[in-house]
């Protein structure tokens, strides 16, 4: 609570990390989205406190829908530039890094 993540969710069992997306992106969003390749995969920063793990990050760039906050899982949504993302709280210090190597 009162911090800023990417949107995103846990696999279902047999489900492959981009329909993951797809799926909680229409539940969270309300969009349809073109998911592709991941970008990059980045390991759990904390295992002792959350297990291991590790998280699927794709960069989309094309929906269809218009996004809107859905279920009651998030507060806000927003859309930043780098640097105004460098300016809030995250929910996980490493966020930057990751929007950083997206925006290449």
Do not use: Y
Not at 49 to 65: A, E, Q, Y
Not at 88 to 102: K, S, T
Request: hydrophobic content about 45%; charged content about 25%.
């Amino acid at each position: 609570p009162g911090v800023w993540d990417l949107f995103g969710g846990h696999l279902l069992p047999g489900e492959s990390p981009a329909t993951a997306l797809r799926r909680e992106l229409a539940e969270e969003l309300g969009i349809e989205a073109e998911v592709g390749a991941a970008a990059m995969v980045v390991a759990e920063p904390d295992p002792g406190r959350h297990g291991p793990g590790t998280f699927h990050v794709f960069r989309i760039d094309h929906w269809r829908g218009e996004p809107a906050l859905r279920g009651g899982e998030h507060t806000q949504l927003g859309w930043f530039s780098r640097d105004e993302a460098a300016a809030l709280e995250l929910a996980d210090p490493a966020i930057l890094g990751v929007i950083g190597r997206l925006l290449r």
